[in-house]
């Protein structure tokens, strides 16, 4: 149980926390751990029917095997969520490459400049994708470590930051209560994909014992610690940290705060901490997100040459996943990057409770609650889309762009599926 918890919170805590908060404090301000906590509660909705059909099909594939088992005759069912899933981890790799350069170079005088992120994030892709094709178990052990390493540095950061109080909740909320609940929600949908990653655990079904019992005890039990990991961290943060520093330095908000009330030491501990927990995450995802996008290659539903392996390592998955990771990062600010992480996320968690609903006699879940999850699911896709539409249209309709060419993409491959089949 311990080791399966281990490994949906290595997946989550992953530099989730070190992104959302300035973006966070930003837009809604001392209700930043109200919004974080929002955001385990939708992640919660998305974990029933992961939940329920990893315990069901006991499929190791999780959710592109899901959805193809309980479609089997739709091969552009299986197509659309084998290429959302690939693009939501494409998504997070460029999230976490984003946010470890925003933290590595965050004491340097060039700490500010865009191109020097985006150019740091480039390297550190190239690093992980390096070391995932030539030495995968060197790398296991070497995550382990960093996992665990993480988490007890965010613990300590967090009743550090916590120990050097600046104001109180009171206060902060007598000069925050212009924000509205929408904004509220909104920003919980966006933290989302802080909470992505609880479904790692599915994975490993295989290995474990009782997985009618292990699968939902570790993914909730990985959720709340996770929730409450954030949520300290951030309380210690606001009330440590003054907003306007939070908030002009949002790309490393938890360095820049340490750094001007511990001083360079306490910088210094934050951005290690940062560096772990990105650097975990970047290997765990191109790690297991590869050897996925691999899977659907075989399958058919992308290009064949991605299913090659060289002992037994789709090297071709893993510099396909990482150039595409790279470009997003390219084209992409810190917050477009976030939305789509937690968009797509949303979009996949909202087929996931779909497809429960239709076999919810098989999996015996609960009517009431897939419907709830799927309805919530969808608002938070829906919030985030209308926050796009009254704040950033050009960025909307980027988004929209992206989503249109994969699901084009995903028809195309189903139909040549079919026709190689003879449908």
């Known amino acids: 149980m311990l080791e399966l918890i281990a490994i949906a919170l290595g997946g989550m805590v992953g530099g989730g926390i070190f992104t959302i908060l300035g973006i966070s404090v930003s837009m809604v301000g001392v209700y930043t751990p109200l919004v974080i906590i929002l ?17 069901y099909y006991k499929d190791e594939g999780a959710t592109y095997s899901f959805y193809k088992r309980t479609f089997p005759g739709s091969s552009f069912a299986a197509s659309l969520i084998g290429w959302w899933v690939i693009f939501g981890y494409i998504s997070t790799l460029a999230l976490y490459a984003y946010t470890f350069a925003s933290y590595a170079i965050s004491s340097m005088p060039f700490a500010d400049s865009e191109w020097a992120r985006k150019f740091v994030a480039g390297a550190v892709i190239l690093i992980f994708t390096l070391i995932n094709i030539w030495s995968v178990k060197g790398m296991g052990k070497i995550e382990d470590l960093m996992v665990y390493t993480k988490l ?6 967090s009743f550090v930051l916590m120990s050097h109080s600046q104001t109180t909740i009171p206060v902060l909320l007598q000069n925050n209560n212009d ?7 909104i920003v919980a949908s966006i933290t989302f994909v802080a909470y992505e990653g609880f479904q790692l655990v ?28 954030y949520v300290v961290i951030s309380i210690g943060a606001i009330l440590a940290i003054p907003f306007e520093a939070i908030i002009q330095n949002k790309e490393y908000a938890l360095a820049a705060g340490a750094g001007e009330i511990l001083g360079h030491w306490g910088s210094d501990f934050v951005i290690l901490g940062a560096l772990l927990a990105t650097s975990s995450a970047i290997s765990g995802t191109v790690f297991g997100a ?3 996008m691999a899977s659907i290659a075989k399958d058919g539903y ?21 150039l ?29 409770a779909f497809a429960n609903f239709k076999i919810r006699h098989l999996t015996k879940s609960s009517t009431l609650i897939t419907i709830f999850a799927f309805i919530g699911l969808l608002c938070g896709t829906a919030l985030i889309l209308f926050y796009e539409f009254n704040s950033q249209p050009q960025q909307l309709v980027f988004i929209l762009v992206i989503y249109a060419s994969l699901t084009a993409g995903s028809f195309f491959y189903s139909r040549s599926r079919r026709v190689q089949a003879g449908v």
Do not use: D, H, W
Request: positive net charge; glycine residues 4%; contains cysteine.
């Open 290 to 292: 590869s050897r996925q």
């Open 302 to 322: 992308f290009p064949k040459f991605l299913a090659r392996r060289v002992n037994s390592i789709p090297v071709f998955a893993i510099m396909c996943m990482s």
């Open 39 to 55: 955001g385990g509660l939708i992640a919660s909705l998305a974990a029933y029917s992961y939940i329920k059909l990893g315990v």
């Open 324 to 352: 595409l990771a790279f470009l997003l990062v390219i084209v992409g600010s810190l917050q477009v990057i976030l939305e789509f992480g937690s968009v797509t996320f949303l979009l996949v968690s909202v087929l996931m």
């Open 202 to 229: 599915i994975n490993a079904v295989n290995e474990m014992e009782e997985p009618e019992k292990n699968i939902p005890r570790a993914i909730y039990s990985a959720l709340f610690l996770a929730m409450l990991i």
């Open 179 to 185: 924000t509205s609940i929408l904004s509220i929600f």
């Open 152 to 157: 007890v540095i965010l613990v300590v950061i």
